[in-house]
């Protein structure tokens, strides 16, 4: 199966390195490019695309704000954050508008395509030591819980085990150390993260996330509230 791929980045130069680099791959397409998100909704449109890789600053309207319209469309294509860690503040707010991952423009080839096969396949792609140094970053940029209730009305649908599950996922715990951790298999943490994603109906573990520390369930810094 082909995966149709849209490149929006507002340097040209950047579009053209990396479409070179996926149209080397026997199962990737670029089927349309943008400069920004107008061009990118826009082209959406009249073509059929299964994963966006969004830059985040761009001219008439930015990375943040073309994910978020795009995510909120039925059938959206998933969209890989592409940006530059140090020098930009909105990348937790793109994972927030539902981005299903988050990687540096100076990204490796070959971790590039497997973040896009892992996207395209239903994945997130922030790794766990990633997710911690991300919510290091832009912990200012999230509510701190105070004055709200931890227990949040979506929450309550988890069982027990689920909310320990979402609390370790939302600490940057991958499977394996969440399975370590609570002695269970990882086949078993598995499934308790896929039945957290469709109660609290939520498209991936990035946005499990950002769902526990908007809540207050986990505090930035990674310590659960008492």
Request: aromatic share 4%; with cysteine; proline share 4%.
């Amino acid at each position: 199966m082909t995966i149709r791929l849209m490149l929006v980045d507002d340097q040209v130069l950047l579009r053209t390195g990396f479409r070179m680099v996926l149209a080397a791959q026997p199962d990737m397409e670029v089927v349309a490019e943008a400069g920004d998100g107008v061009e990118a909704l826009q082209a959406l449109k009249s073509t059929q695309v299964d994963v966006v890789l969004m830059d985040v600053r761009m001219p008439k309207l930015d990375g943040v704000e073309a994910t978020r319209r795009i995510c909120s469309e039925p059938g959206a294509p998933r969209v890989l954050i592409l940006t530059t860690f140090d020098l930009d503040e909105y990348a937790f707010s793109g994972l927030k508008a539902g981005a299903s991952g988050f990687m540096l423009k100076d990204v490796p080839p070959g971790e590039l395509l497997a973040a896009i096969r892992a996207v395209h396949s239903g994945d997130a792609v922030v790794a766990p030591s990633t997710t911690r140094r991300l919510l290091d970053r832009f912990s200012p940029m999230l509510p701190s819980g105070a004055g709200r209730e931890p227990e949040h009305k979506a929450l309550s649908r988890l069982t027990e085990r689920e909310r320990e599950v979402m609390l370790l996922v939302a600490q940057g715990l991958s499977n394996g150390e969440i399975a370590a951790r609570l002695v269970l298999s990882e086949a078993t943490v598995k499934t308790h993260v896929g039945r957290i994603l469709t109660k609290l109906e939520l498209r991936d573990r990035v946005q499990v996330v950002v769902l526990a520390y908007e809540t207050g369930l986990v505090r930035a810094g990674g310590g659960s509230l008492s």
